[in-house]
């Protein structure tokens, strides 16, 4: 079982993060994007919006759980915060993943085309 101190960091952690999130979910996107392009940053944008609602969630869990006194159910919501807070970065890790993939696909289409126009010249 965590501490009162480690909880409050990840609950620090966990705001902060969020804060950061949400505004990425709010910045608009560079001009001249292509459709597809469009539609991916779009799709990134949702997945932040939720990530944040995820984050929300857990924030208020990790602070009941400050707030609840050790006795009875203080373990399991412990281990249930844990969980969760693991489930939470397996899921931000993967999805990292998955936007860097497209990112470096979408920069070698790029820099493919750039080429190709730069051998024209």
Not at 28 to 41: F, I, N, V, W
Not at 57 to 64: A, L, T, V
Request: some cysteine; hydrophobic content about 35%.
């Amino acid at each position: 079982m965590i501490d009162s101190k480690q909880l409050e960091t990840r609950i620090k952690i966990l705001k902060d993060t969020r804060k950061t999130l949400y505004k990425l979910s709010k910045k608009s996107g560079p001009r001249g994007l292509s459709t597809l392009e469009k539609a991916e940053l779009k799709r990134y944008d949702s997945w932040l919006g939720i990530a944040c609602k995820e984050l929300d969630n857990i924030i208020k869990f990790g602070e009941k759980l400050l707030k609840l006194r050790k006795g009875s159910g203080a373990q399991e919501m412990h281990q249930s915060f844990n969980l969760q807070y693991l489930q939470l970065q397996q899921n931000m890790q993967q999805q990292n993943r998955q936007f860097t993939m497209v990112s470096n696909i979408m920069k070698v289409k790029h820099d493919t085309a750039k080429a190709a126009i730069n051998n024209i010249r």
